[in-house]
């Protein structure tokens, strides 16, 4: 009796472009909710890191009268000078919540000259900045890196450096590889902003002083390649653009709208107009929304990170577009109005108010 072999059937080529298929399909779904998990990770991780230098920032002030940490004053950070030295609020604020040890008193190996303006400057020790036992902020190493020149920061060599190993100021980034921001209100001089540009401005040596000053973050906002992700703050915004608002390619009145956008508080309008608060909210128009001021920071200091896409309020951001009605700027106003003719209301047709920076990507963490 023969036995007969049977042959084993292979997968035909229908077969196997099914399962190729097949599986491009999964990979195609899995790999966006990867990372759209990381990055929520990363927002999470942020967000963890801004609220613990908040806190810090605010042990600070409780054990020092109230007053913000930084070496230096607002009004020297905000100094023309500082447009080059290129010193940033955080490196500022590091001298203080680092811990006193990194701030020596002469020039020697290892050691680096810094400060807002060149006749003021002071030596510091960059490997004892956040290194003291008895710091109020320790960033992990992760979070505390070095951003060269003249890509990453715009600066003077101790601010930054052509190369990571030089001596130089260390600087906090977030989990997304990009420097966090941190806006300190001199509210010593300023206690109540009676106008726009007392409450934000460029520089000092305006007619009146500000509470904030562009200039004591102009290092980073003029970087044509900022962070680990290489972002070009030098851009022109326009809507739907990956450019900053608040970047040195946006213009000056531009830039100072957006920062009373960015940094006021949203319970504390007020007029030059010679009308009331109440007047102006209930005469809709485009007057009336640039007519608003904030009198009050959301805080005493802001700690602020430019989020996912690495842009500090981007002109590409979802917020803008629902935002934007004069040009490349958000205006403190539209936190009152949903338009040039229409007042905001609530679900229950109640005159209402929001935060507009708050429909942004960007993570942003005040304190008091």
Do not use: C
């Not at 500022?92 to 190996?109: E, F, H, T, W, Y």
């Not at 100021?169 to 420097?179: I, R």
């Not at 851009?235 to 100072?256: F, V």
């Amino acid at each position: 009796m023969s036995r007969v072999q049977e042959q084993s059937r292979g997968f035909s080529l229908v077969e196997l472009l099914t399962v190729i298929a097949i599986i491009a399909l999964v990979i195609s779904i899995i790999i966006p909710v990867l990372g759209g998990a990381r990055d929520a990770g990363r927002r999470v991780s942020t967000q963890g890191l801004l609220s613990d230098i908040a806190n810090a920032a605010s042990k600070f002030k409780l054990d020092n009268n109230g007053r913000n940490p930084g070496y230096f004053s607002e009004r020297e950070m905000g100094s023309a000078d500082n447009a080059t030295r290129g010193m940033s609020g955080m490196e500022n604020a590091m001298l203080d919540l680092g811990g006193q040890k990194a701030i020596v008193a002469s020039a020697g190996a290892g050691i680096v000259s810094v400060g807002p303006i060149a006749n003021q400057a002071i030596f510091v020790n960059p490997n004892l900045v956040g290194a003291d036992e008895g710091a109020y902020f320790k960033p992990s190493r992760e979070y505390f890196v070095a951003q060269t020149s003249p890509g990453q920061q715009v600066g003077v060599s101790g601010h930054t450096s052509s190369s990571e190993n030089d001596p130089q100021l260390l600087d906090v980034v977030d989990s997304f590889g990009q420097p966090v921001l941190f806006w300190s209100a001199d509210t010593h001089t300023v206690p109540q902003a009676r106008s726009a540009a007392n409450f934000a401005s460029i520089a000092t040596g305006a007619a009146q002083p500000a509470m904030f000053y562009w200039n004591s973050n102009a290092a980073f906002l003029q970087a044509n390649n900022l962070g680990r992700k290489g972002e070009d703050m030098t851009l022109s915004p326009t809507p739907g653009q990956k450019a900053s608002l608040i970047g040195s390619g946006a213009g000056t009145t531009d830039r100072e709208s957006t920062l009373r956008a960015l940094l006021g508080s949203a319970s504390a309008p007020a007029t030059g107009s010679g009308s009331t608060v109440d007047q102006v909210l209930s005469s809709p128009s485009m007057a009336a929304i640039q007519g608003l001021f904030p009198a009050r920071g959301r805080g005493a200091f802001v700690v602020h990170a430019a989020g996912r896409d690495g842009i500090y309020l981007s002109a590409k951001d979802r917020g803008f577009g629902s935002t934007n009605l004069s040009g490349n700027r958000l205006d403190y106003g539209m936190n009152f109005f949903q338009s040039a003719n229409a007042r905001l209301l609530d679900d229950e047709n109640k005159p209402s108010s929001r935060d507009v920076a708050s429909e942004f990507d960007d993570i942003i963490v005040s304190g008091n």
